[in-house]
């Protein structure tokens, strides 16, 4: 892992010099630019993660696999299936499972740095569609990040902000929370966003979702009909997440900014141009009531995407500690 000196690395409005392109962060990891932003989780910062370990609790990430009935964005129904092994004499002696047709964007996802080209530049570092392919040799694999992705984390409860300020949204529309309401929220808790943190913001969207009758979840579930909260999709917000070094950012909404996208969708300068990981469709609220009671918003994250050589993304396989 390249060495990183914080107070070394450019601003956000230093970015895109010496050719590259105008708000990226190609060329600044050499070697290691298949981590991108998870490059900020440090050996040192793992260590100082480990010490925020002090309840010994444990919250899931994950939302189950195929909780989304139906999936969102018309992604694949994934199937399973218990296979049953007997022995001659029919006596069933074990099992093995199966997940057919399984979309790793089905749910609760990391996505990768080759999900998402930008329109003029393509995707991260330069990186050609034929170098993104299944199986070894692939760039921007998901795999490189199986075993780097831990360090500390930092809660946004940008929800519970809103709410407690009397004016509350709902989720399930195209309701934005703003650069101001993240540190607004920050500043509530007397929370500090720290370099190297995996940012995680809750919006209040999953909630309210498994909450929504069947027949809302069915008209909801189109890629067209899809109306769901989010952060601001803004060159501010880029400088803001950038500026701060954070590491990767998660969600419990469908696609971290708003949705339907704004013109300058934020995946478009975080995956292609800044190498930043974006998590969506996360499990949050048990956290967020956890660190409301004892007012600790930080704590040790946990994350091993799929060991998958070519992978596009991952569910994030993630636990937070306290």
């Not at 480990?50 to 309840?55: E, H, N, P, S, T």
């Not at 478009?268 to 609220?285: M, S, V």
């Not at 918003?297 to 993304?313: K, Q, R, T």
Request: net charge neutral.
């Amino acid at each position: 892992m390249a060495k990183i000196d914080f107070d070394k690395l450019p601003r956000f409005s230093q970015l895109g010099q010496n050719g590259t392109p105008e708000g990226s962060t190609w060329g600044l990891f050499g070697d290691d630019y298949e981590l991108g932003c998870l490059n900020f989780l440090t050996p040192e910062g793992i260590i100082e993660a480990a010490r925020l370990v002090q309840k010994g609790k444990v919250f899931r990430l994950d939302m189950k696999v195929g909780y989304g009935e139906p999936t969102l964005f018309g992604r694949a129904i994934v199937k399973h299936k218990i296979i049953r092994h007997a022995g001659p004499d029919g006596k069933v002696w074990g099992h093995d499972d199966m997940l057919d047709n399984y979309n790793t964007q089905e749910g609760s996802q990391w996505d990768g740095l080759a999900h998402v080209a930008h329109p003029k530049h393509g995707f991260y570092n330069g990186v050609g569609q034929d170098d993104i392919k299944s199986g070894s040799g692939s760039k921007l694999s998901i795999h490189k990040w199986a075993n780097r992705f831990v360090g500390r984390g930092t809660l946004i409860d940008a929800f519970k902000y809103r709410n407690d300020r009397g004016r509350p949204i709902d989720p399930l529309t195209k309701a934005i929370y703003s650069l101001d309401d993240l540190k607004g929220a920050l500043a509530a808790q007397q929370t500090q966003l720290k370099p190297g943190s995996i940012l995680l913001v809750h919006t209040g969207w999953m909630q309210a979702y498994q909450k929504a009758s069947a027949e809302r979840k069915r008209e909801m579930a189109p890629i067209d009909q899809l109306k769901a909260c989010g952060i601001e999709a803004s060159n501010a917000m880029c400088e803001w997440l950038w500026d701060n070094r954070v590491a990767a950012i998660g969600t419990d909404c469908p696609s971290v900014e708003s949705w339907p996208f704004e013109k300058s969708p934020l995946h478009t300068w975080a995956l292609p141009l800044a190498g930043l990981p974006l998590g969506e469709q996360f499990e949050l609220a048990p956290l967020a009531a956890d660190c409301a009671q004892d007012g600790r918003y930080e704590f040790m994250v946990v994350s091993a995407p799929l060991n998958v050589e070519g992978g596009i993304a991952s569910p994030p396989n993630a636990v937070v500690i306290k």
